[in-house]
């Protein structure tokens, strides 16, 4: 069945710009979501349909796309942004609903 | 405002049927497009989506899990239950009931979660 790939881990220092990855045949054909899971805590919203962000979301959160990879950015990090990112998106027809494996990011 | 909240057993033996309950508030699952789905997370690993009902009854299952999953509603209590048939220790994990409405944010898209509810299955 479907799979999106993200890297396992992402490291930035506070101030700096961190990027998760997400890679999938079928993003150029469906949106891609992105969820902040904080350790015994239930995912939030962060990103939706590639780009949009929902209210009450920090602006140094953003979303891009190209071809078959959606990025999620986070400029200028903060101690408090750490957590694990899970994208999610569906299979081509849009059947079923697939997550990511997660990226831990760690602000060192 | 909108809350979720799952319930149902904590230990499950193997083989068992699981069957657990989505309780929410702050939305009606008679409303056109919204629809309550289930994740699931086993300790340290990721998230893994299982199925979704929508306002109007339709379902949607994860393929790998199809055969295991009945999802079903009850409008008039707010619930929706999540049945998993033949149930091994690789279904220990968190579970998730989740609300969506593709008018928000788009289709599948989770904007309201529980806080969900360890379940583990052991002899």
């Known amino acids: 069945s479907y799979e999106v790939t993200q890297p396992p881990s992402v490291s930035v220092s506070p101030g700096q710009t961190a990027r998760i990855t997400c890679s999938g045949d079928?993003?150029?054909?469906?949106?891609a979501f992105w969820y902040q899971q904080k350790p015994g805590q239930a995912p939030v919203l962060v990103i939706y349909k590639d780009t949009e962000r929902p209210s009450g979301i920090p602006e140094r959160f953003s979303g891009s796309t190209s071809g078959t990879t959606v990025t999620l950015t986070i400029s200028g990090v903060q101690a408090e942004d750490e957590a694990d990112y899970y994208c999610?998106?569906?299979?081509?027809?849009?059947?079923?609903?697939?997550f990511g494996g997660g990226t831990k990011l760690t602000v060192l | 405002q909108i809350t979720l909240k799952e319930s149902g057993p904590t230990l499950v033996k193997p083989t068992q049927t699981l069957t657990l309950t989505c309780t929410f508030s702050?939305?009606?699952?008679?409303?056109?497009?919204?629809?309550v789905g289930w994740i699931r997370q086993p300790p340290g690993k990721a998230l893994e989506w299982l199925a979704v009902?929508?306002?109007?009854?339709?379902?949607r299952y994860s393929p790998s899990l199809r055969s295991r999953l009945t999802i079903t509603k009850d409008t008039s209590k707010n619930q929706v239950v999540l049945a998993m048939t033949d149930t091994d220790p690789v279904d220990t994990a968190t579970y998730y009931c989740a609300h969506s409405n593709p008018a928000n944010y788009g289709d599948y898209v989770f904007d309201c979660w529980g806080q969900g509810t360890l379940v583990t299955v052991s002899s």
């Open positions: 009902i929508y306002w109007d009854d339709d379902k």
């Open positions: 999610q998106s569906s299979d081509s027809s849009g059947a079923y609903v697939v």
């Open positions: 702050g939305f009606s699952l008679s409303t056109s497009g919204v629809a």
């Open positions: 079928a993003l150029p054909k469906q949106y």
